[in-house]
């Protein structure tokens, strides 16, 4: 499966969505045999997946989504001075290109928004241009309503 998940991606062809969501599921699965993650107990955030409606489908199949966030920043120009940032900071410095980063957003738009609608009875708002600790704040209150518990942090 990872030889095909390379065949793909050493290409720079996007790699399937059904083989994507498989990786997902194996790598899921043996963070559950290592006890690294307890389903019983523990929370799932994914980041990054699912990427498209069709991957929010076949992952459906497989998990009980019970919230999305959205980290929304619609200051454009904020979010690419923010990446470019990250990008410097994380020694990514294909990423600190504008036109790379603009690309990327257009991406996303016609691509991973989509997600949202897919999922829009379940969608958490987060304004992503508050402090990070508050924005984590505000995911991990949300996270903890959700479980019927009380999170209270004083500003």
Known sequence: MGQRFIEYSSKGLLVPDDLTVELWRHSIEAQVVTAKFKPDIDALVLDGIPRNPNQARLMGEMIDVRQVFHLSCPNRDELVRRLRKRALKDNRLDDANETVIRQRLETYD?????????????????DALQPPIKVLHDIIASIWKGRNGTLTFHD
Do not use: S
């Not at 691509?111 to 009875?121: F, G, M, N, W």
């Open 110 to 126: 016609r691509e991973t928004k989509p997600v949202l609608d897919y999922y829009r009875d379940i969608v958490k708002r987060i």
